[in-house]
């Protein structure tokens, strides 16, 4: 038995008989078990992976989250996929009110079979659906472990939401919380530090380890901080991301080689010969030619006195008033990005 043994592959040794080795099939379905105990929480309840359902349950991380959000008694506080409602509770304890957003049922009846008979019980408003596709009531602040999958649009529908909210203390998965708190010259700076720092003062506030979630997701996170600017730049979002989609199309280039490019030239020819008929300015249009002299001649300028050229900066170097700068420049020669 033992040479027969030797000369068969692992993947094929049988156990012996009366040895307490266990086949593949055993091994298989405990590993399965594990993976599902894990998921579990403490009351037999599986977490949805699909949802992004990784639930925050270290008690000194979420007090941190709640002091920094600077919970009011009168504050109305929006959180985003709320769970079994462990810093739903913390809110609750501060706050006037707590409107809790959350796709799935079996959360919604966790979270009010916890509240049930609690002083906190007419605090809480739930709103069963998704947040994304849902207008959001008024606000003070936003506290929310975020649901990974969510966090871009939940961010920009949180700094352009009416009346804007004085702050949002949100747990994100830690390389984006980093992207948006970048700063230039950076690896990390690109098109997301510089849409959200347009609209907010962005800090990042501590990391968090996954042993910290059930079930503990598979990189680490961070809590960052959004103080949104209650007067932000008069301009059109649309169309000043349009052009820093331009500037970060590879931010280690030049400016003015991204918009002297071919595509691009051609593309905002087209706009401007658009705007220029739309304007009653028809007798003033000017040739291709002449259009890529005049990008040339705005690129050329400097943004401030002694310092290089538009032309001459990359992108992952350049701060947000530059790119302001620039963009006005081109609005002054009727160049748009619509």
């Excluded at 504050?75 to 809790?100: F, H, Q, Y």
């Excluded at 919604?108 to 079979?113: D, F, N, P, R, V």
């Excluded at 906190?120 to 207008?135: M, P, R, T």
């Excluded at 007067?231 to 331009?246: A, M, Q, R």
Aim: charged letters at 25%; a positive charge.
């Amino acid at each position: 038995w033992i040479l027969f043994e030797s000369l068969l592959p692992l993947s094929h040794t049988m156990p012996r008989p009366g040895t307490g080795m266990k086949t593949k099939a055993e091994k298989k379905q405990e590993k399965k078990e594990r993976k599902e105990k894990g998921r579990q929480g403490s009351g037999g309840l599986i977490f949805n992976r699909a949802f992004g359902q990784h639930i925050l349950y270290n008690p000194g991380i979420i007090q941190q989250i709640v002091d920094k959000a600077g919970v009011l008694a009168s504050d109305t506080v929006l959180e985003v996929g709320p769970g079994t409602g462990n810093l739903t509770v913390r809110l609750l304890e501060r706050a006037k009110k707590v409107i809790a957003f959350e796709v799935d049922t079996r959360m919604i009846a966790e979270l009010q079979k916890r509240v049930q008979g609690t002083p906190y019980a007419h605090k809480l408003e739930i709103v069963k659906g998704d947040a994304i596709k849902q207008d959001f009531p008024f606000f003070n602040v936003c506290v929310a472990n975020v649901p990974y999958q969510i966090s871009s649009p939940l961010i920009f529908k949180l700094l352009h939401h009416k009346p804007a909210p004085r702050c949002a203390v949100l747990m994100l998965q830690r390389e984006f919380a980093l992207r948006m708190v970048a700063s230039p010259p950076s690896k990390m700076y690109g098109r997301l530090a510089v849409n959200c720092q347009l609209l907010a003062k962005v800090q990042h506030l501590m990391k968090v380890s996954p042993n910290c979630f059930k079930p503990p997701p598979k990189v680490d996170s961070s809590v960052i901080k959004m103080d949104i600017l209650p007067n932000p730049p008069p301009l059109n979002f649309e169309e000043w991301d349009n052009f820093v989609k331009i500037c970060f199309q590879r931010k280690n280039k030049k400016l003015r080689g991204l918009f002297i490019n071919k595509h691009t030239l051609a593309k905002l020819y087209q706009t401007y010969c658009f705007y220029q008929k739309e304007e009653g300015k028809k007798k003033e249009m000017i040739s291709h030619e002449a259009f890529k002299e005049k990008v040339e001649a705005i690129l050329a300028k400097t943004p401030i006195e002694g310092e290089e050229s538009f032309g001459e900066l990359r992108s992952h170097a350049v701060k947000i008033d530059y790119f302001l700068g620039l963009l006005n420049e081109f609005y002054q020669e009727g160049i748009r990005f619509l």
